[in-house]
């Protein structure tokens, strides 16, 4: 477990901050910016959690755990002769997210058209956090792009924005709250 005595070290008032394996980077840096986006993806999470109960509650709660997990997984860079364990996403986890969601969406009706966010407060914040959960998947294959990324931690961030898709249908009373998208309705 983490113990955390002091919130403010000074360590970042130049713009740097350190990576889990101790390497200063700037503020700036792609990982940063990636772990910064599953943050954000995770508070977004909580916001919907104040709108949600029972199995769904723990799901969120599940992700938003792992959540904490794929962040300590992208702050630490991948070392080749490093042999200490770091916490990295595994299969499992992915797993699991394609198993709640295929017992989420056999209950959904199929789809008509695209749906916009919206319909119960849960599902309208479950939607925001799937955009944000997306961005945060666009970093981090940028920064696959240029480094090494664990690729079950991609397959985890890709599972957790379609996760959060249907169980925002699921939470609009299984479809029938769904706000669907018109197209050219408002020309």
């Not at 983490?2 to 889990?20: C, F, N, P, W």
């Not at 996403?89 to 295929?102: F, N």
């Amino acid at each position: 477990m983490v113990q955390l005595t002091r919130i403010y070290t000074r360590g970042g008032d130049k713009g740097k901050t350190s990576l889990g394996n101790g390497e200063r980077v700037e503020k700036h840096d792609q990982r940063v910016a990636a772990y910064g986006a599953v943050d954000e993806a995770n508070a977004t999470i909580g916001l919907a959690r104040l709108h949600t109960t029972g199995d769904d509650d723990a799901m969120l709660a599940r992700i938003q755990n792992d959540l904490f997990d794929l962040g300590a997984d992208l702050c630490t860079p991948e070392a080749e002769g490093n042999t200490r364990e770091r916490l990295r996403i595994v299969a499992s986890q992915v797993e699991r997210l394609e198993r709640e969601i295929d017992a989420m969406n056999a209950d959904l009706a199929p789809l008509k058209s695209f749906i916009l966010p919206g319909g119960t407060p849960a599902a309208t914040y479950l939607h925001l956090a799937r955009t944000v959960a997306r961005r945060a998947e666009r970093e981090m294959t940028a920064l696959a792009q240029r480094e090494t990324v664990n690729q079950e931690a991609l397959r985890y961030i890709n599972r957790v924005s379609d996760h959060l898709f249907v169980m925002a249908r699921h939470l609009n009373d299984k479809g029938a709250r769904d706000v669907l998208w018109s197209p050219g309705a408002t020309r």
